[in-house]
T-cell receptor
Framework: AQSVTQLDSQVPVFEEAPVELRCNYSSSVSVYLFWYVQYPNQGLQLLLK??????LVKGINGFEAEFNKSQTSFHLRKPSVHISDTAEYFCAVSGASMEYGNKLVFGAGTILRVKS | ETGVTQTPRHLVMGMTNKKSLKCEQHLGHNAMYWYKQSAKKPLELMFVYSLEERVENNSVPSRFSPECPNSSHLFLHLHTLQPEDSALYLC???????????FGNGTRLTVT
């Protein structure tokens, strides 16, 4: 079974500052990793995903994440945030095979609050 | 517009009521999902349908009853709910049983 820990429930940051949202996972098998964003009163939107290959993954809206197998982490970063990035961000993991394909396990979420 | 539409957006119901949540996807996907999002808890997978067949029932109480009449529509029938069932219910879809790629905006359910 897989599990996900998002280490910060809320991250306040000023506009144009860099941000990192932390995610650690545990799994006994190889994994796929994902970040989703949820804006107020909306559903989830896929930001980026790691399936294989390069450990640095670039997503939409200027976000990127790095898969670190030795530290079992998949932290999300953005070099300069905007007010419009205020949202809740979810890290998710699944086992890396079709057997696990639909069984995403989500973290509890991190609320990013961007202040002007 | 994500291609997945959920109605209603908000629902308040008593513990003895019967209501249904509706989800419709316009993406040509063949797998659909119901998730429950409670305050301060991770998203919980409730049901998965592939080609209109239920392939996953994640230990959900029988007061929640899903229905998938075709690959574009998914319902969640609710009856005799409890206050702890109050949550945001999200529908999602995908092509084949891959990760759910498109989510609806959810139905905010309040049980009084």
């Amino acid at each position: 079974a897989q599990s996900v820990t998002q280490l910060d429930s809320q991250v306040p940051v000023f506009e144009e500052a860099p941000v990192e949202l932390r995610c650690n996972y545990s799994s006994s098998v190889s994994v796929y990793l994902f970040w989703y964003v949820q804006y107020p009163n909306q559903g989830l939107q896929l930001l980026l995903k790691y399936l294989s290959g390069s450990t640095l993954v670039k997503g939409i809206n200027g976000f990127e994440a790095e898969f670190n197998k030795s530290q079992t982490s998949f932290h999300l970063r953005k070099p300069s945030v905007h007010i419009s990035d205020t949202a809740e961000y979810f890290c998710a993991v699944s086992g890396a095979s079709m057997e696990y394909g639909n069984k995403l396990v989500f973290g509890a979420g991190t609320i990013l609050r961007v202040k002007s | 517009e994500t291609g997945v539409t959920q109605t209603p957006r908000h629902l308040v119901m008593g513990m003895t009521n019967k209501k249904s949540l509706k989800c419709e996807q316009h993406l040509g996907h063949n797998a659909m999902y119901w998730y429950k999002q409670s305050a301060k808890k991770p998203l919980e997978l409730m049901f998965v349908y592939s080609l209109e067949e239920r392939v996953e029932n994640n230990s959900v109480p029988s007061r929640f009853s899903p229905e998938c009449p075709n690959s574009s529509h998914l319902f969640l029938h609710l009856h005799t709910l409890q206050p702890e069932d109050s949550a945001l219910y999200l529908c999602a879809s995908s092509q084949d049983l891959a990760l759910p790629s498109h989510f609806g905006n959810g139905t905010r359910l309040t049980v009084t």
